[in-house]
């Protein structure tokens, strides 16, 4: 699988892109046919306690699927957006099964 992920704001170190990854590689158990994936954290500069902000796109041959989830910590964020992919797959493997 081929890797983008970007920080916008901050400086990600090695234990949060690598959770990332491991989360985003599950997903390969519902869709083995995902070529890569591009993720963005993002900080948001405001007053909100929920400024983490999870962006993944799956790029998977003939559709590319999207989600993305605001929380107070990046593992929650990116949990809820792995959480909204898998059922972007569900539907996906169900659309693909009646044609």
Not at 6 to 16: E, K, R, S, Y
Not at 45 to 62: H, M
Request: glycine content about 4%; charged content about 30%; aromatic content about 10%.
């Amino acid at each position: 699988m081929k890797w983008d992920i970007q920080t916008v704001g901050f400086h990600a170190d090695d234990t949060l892109t690598e959770y990332a990854k491991e989360k985003i590689s599950g997903l390969t158990k519902y869709f083995e046919n995902i070529v890569g994936a591009e993720v963005y954290l993002k900080l948001d500069y405001n007053d909100k306690r929920e400024n983490k902000v999870a962006e993944i796109k799956l790029n998977i041959p003939g559709n590319d699927i999207y989600a993305d989830t605001r929380s107070d910590k990046f593992e929650t964020a990116i949990n809820q957006s792995c959480e909204k992919l898998k059922a972007q797959i569900s539907k996906l493997k169900t659309k693909m099964s009646t044609h």
